[in-house]
């Protein structure tokens, strides 16, 4: 007679990356109204007259990219969570959903940053 075992491959569970560290941005707006102005106070900020423009449809685009990879990254999150909740003995997977509901709870107290 033969008999089936089946057995719970165990996986070790990898670390996650450190937290995102960004980088300030400014961004000006400049039209024909203060032009001079902002080449003046920019030169003396920066020491430059080189500038890097954007239109608004651009600016816009780059806003919209902004939020499709968050999406992406999102939903590579829960992917990830996903299977390490699917190979992680109950114990760990039960502290694993206990992580996760607070970093959602974290991540919507401030407002959805990365």
Do not use: C, W
Not at 24 to 29: F, P, R, S
Not at 72 to 85: F, G, P, S
């Amino acid at each position: 007679m033969t008999v089936t075992k089946t057995v719970k491959t165990e996986v070790p569970i990898v670390a996650r990356p450190k937290q995102v560290q960004l980088n300030d941005v400014k961004i000006y707006v400049v039209s024909k109204v203060n032009y001079v102005e902002f080449v003046k106070e920019y030169a003396k900020k920066n020491g430059a007259d080189s500038y890097i423009a954007l239109s608004v449809k651009d600016y816009e685009n780059l806003s919209l990219n902004f939020a499709e990879l968050r999406r992406y990254i999102e939903q590579q999150k829960q992917i990830i969570i996903y299977y390490e909740n699917a190979v992680a003995p109950l114990d760990e997977a039960n502290a694993l959903l206990e992580d996760i509901y607070k970093e959602n709870k974290d991540r919507k107290q401030h407002n959805g940053k990365i």
